[in-house]
């Protein structure tokens, strides 16, 4: 999804929710924020009560990272970790259900610290992922309880103690005057209505201990909530966290209980667009619209209240954009959708398609205030100009240079007539479980760019035999990461006797979670590897593909 997508989304379930019942929190939930300026543009914050996330990193150093990163992303809205652990552990290869009981001993001196750390870091609620033995692909272990008979290990009465005595923990500071393996943190907290203070400590092994003097009048309590007694004013600590609990030195105020947003505190009108992937790169959030082509953009109107809102929407393009504004006024009755549909022409980009525009729309509403909605839109070339510069792909017309890639039980076999490839497919009735069809890639070795990168890949293709295509353009890099292109092409075209040129240009290709290999979702055209010609159709189908002039395009600048 694009970041407006996300938006909206997020709009629509906050209004649902609180018509359904105001006193529901509804949440933006991330793992990690690949565009936050575009999500802020969409004015995503005015529509949640808190910001969630997950949390599972190997290291403290990782996690801290990890919930520091998330800080700049949620406005002044609080941030809860609703599913936490920091490490993990393998399963115990002897019996499937339960760690050795060391490692369930560590799991449990990780939980207090996990908190204290946490809510150190601003963190405002932490739930721990704990109930039942989970495991992950990779066969490691989060779980607090056995799978066998859900009994208590020892990290579920840690997690226990934890919520008993930091369970309205705020006003945290790290302890500084400690040795430099120790760690600890107080927070102010209260107890049977009392207001405390409480202490979190620990070393960083069992070989390092400590001796700390306990504040008068203090009550301490080991890893999983049992009263410990101290022999004078002195502990030893060591790796295993301990819980000094103290009366309050200071007339801390008691923290504020949270309240969630009342929807009448936003405009109840949402706007989005809904187009097909074809147009979509996820990995740099933009919409790859058609330049030099009448293009209908279907905007979708929701009215999340029961009256009816009266007003208007404003449409501005970038100056650069080369478009003028759009404006038009519109009713919209309670509960109501519905579509207008914007006609929109964008010009050719001068800078071989490396334009991005933004679109801004602006619904101003009586009494229920502005609906924002922002995308940013890429023109791209898909019909060559007359000083467009072809380059023939390197043994593209040797049928006998294609890798045949075809899903499991299908049969391929490849000819050359005159200036055509010819690829005969037989596909059976074995369907793919994830896209539900039938597929095939072959695929041609190619070589990496010594000096300028081209712009785009065309194709004069030609369907023969079959039924609908869905048809796409892959490159591959080195490490295997694929980016598809999806093919704009007419059917009519396709199977009319001259064939259709078709155009894909490198800005509409995205690499698709379920092939995504590498981090940044940016195709890299230094460690180009290999092209695909990919289609996608119905099982027990024959089909015939032919294509000349597979090439490189150099756009006219």
């Known amino acids: 999804m694009l970041s407006y997508e996300i938006a909206a989304v997020q709009k629509a379930a906050f209004l649902g929710i609180k018509d359904t019942n105001p006193l529901i929190l509804s949440s933006m939930g991330m793992g990690r924020v690949l565009h936050p300026g575009n999500l802020e543009a969409n004015d995503y914050l005015s529509y949640i009560d808190t910001y969630n996330s997950h949390c599972h990193r190997k290291t403290d150093e990782e996690a801290k990272n990890y919930i520091q990163s998330l800080m700049p992303f949620r406005g002044d809205k609080p941030v809860w970790l609703t599913e936490y652990s920091t490490g993990s552990f393998s399963m115990n290869n002897h019996d499937k259900d339960d760690l050795p009981i060391q490692e369930m001993k560590s799991l449990a001196e990780m939980v207090p610290m996990i908190f204290a750390r946490n809510i150190f870091r601003s963190v405002n609620e932490i739930f721990y992922f704990y109930f039942f033995v989970y495991v ?8 607090l309880a056995r799978q066998k008979d859900l009994a208590m290990t020892p990290g579920y009465n840690a997690i226990a103690a934890v919520g008993r005595i930091l369970g309205n923990a705020h006003n945290p500071e790290k302890l500084d005057n400690l040795p430099g393996f120790a760690e600890g943190y107080k927070f102010q907290t209260s107890s049977r209505e009392k207001k405390t203070e409480t202490i979190v400590l620990w070393t960083q092994s069992s070989e390092n201990t400590f001796t700390y003097s306990v504040p008068e009048g203090s009550e301490i309590y080991d890893v999983i909530g049992r009263q410990v007694k101290a022999s004078g004013k002195n502990i030893k600590l060591s790796q295993s966290p301990l819980f000094i609990v103290a009366p309050a030195t200071v007339n801390e105020p008691v923290a504020k209980s949270f309240k969630p947003s009342p929807a009448a505190s936003v405009c109840p009108i949402v706007m989005n667009t809904i187009l097909a992937d074809i147009y979509k790169n996820e990995a740099s959030d933009y919409l790859a619209i058609p330049a030099e082509q009448d293009f209908t953009l279907p905007l979708d109107i929701y009215n999340f209240s029961d009256h009816t809102s009266t007003g208007s929407i404003k449409i501005q393009p970038d100056q650069a954009a080369g478009m003028t504004e759009i404006i038009f006024k ?4 309670p509960w109501q959708h519905i579509i207008s549909n914007i006609n929109l022409r964008f010009p050719r980009a001068k800078d071989s398609g490396n334009e991005t525009f933004r679109l801004s729309f602006t619904g101003d509403f009586d009494k229920t205030g502005k609906s924002i909605m922002t995308i940013n839109v890429k023109p791209v070339t898909l019909k060559l ?6 380059i023939t792909m390197p043994n593209s017309d040797n049928p006998s240079d294609w890798h045949i890639n075809i899903i499991a039980g299908s049969e391929m076999e490849t000819a050359r007539k005159g200036n055509w490839n010819i690829f005969s497919y037989d596909f059976k009735d074995t369907v793919n479980k994830v896209i539900k069809s039938v597929w095939a890639a072959p695929s041609l070795e190619v070589s990496a760019f010594s000096s300028a990168y081209p712009d785009a890949v065309a194709i004069d293709l030609k369907q023969i035999e079959g039924p609908k295509l869905k048809l796409a353009f892959n490159v591959v890099e080195e490490n295997g990461s694929a980016y598809i292109g999806m093919m704009n092409v007419e059917e009519d075209a396709l199977r009319s006797d001259e064939g259709a040129t ?3 240009p490198f800005q509409t290709m995205s690499n698709p979670k379920y092939r995504k290999q590498d981090d940044n979702g940016k195709l890299d055209l230094d460690s180009l590897k290999a ?8 099982p027990n189908s024959k089909v015939t593909l032919s294509f000349k002039k597979m090439s490189w395009v150099y756009f006219s600048k």
Do not use: H, N, Q, S
Not at 531 to 538: G, I, N, R, Y
């Open 136 to 143: 992950e692909v990779k066969g490691e272990f989060y779980g």
């Open 330 to 333: 519109l009713d919209i009755a």
């Open 385 to 390: 100009g007359p000083d467009d510069k072809r």
């Open 502 to 504: 078709v155009v894909i």
């Open 531 to 538: 092209v695909e010609l990919a289609f996608w159709t119905e």
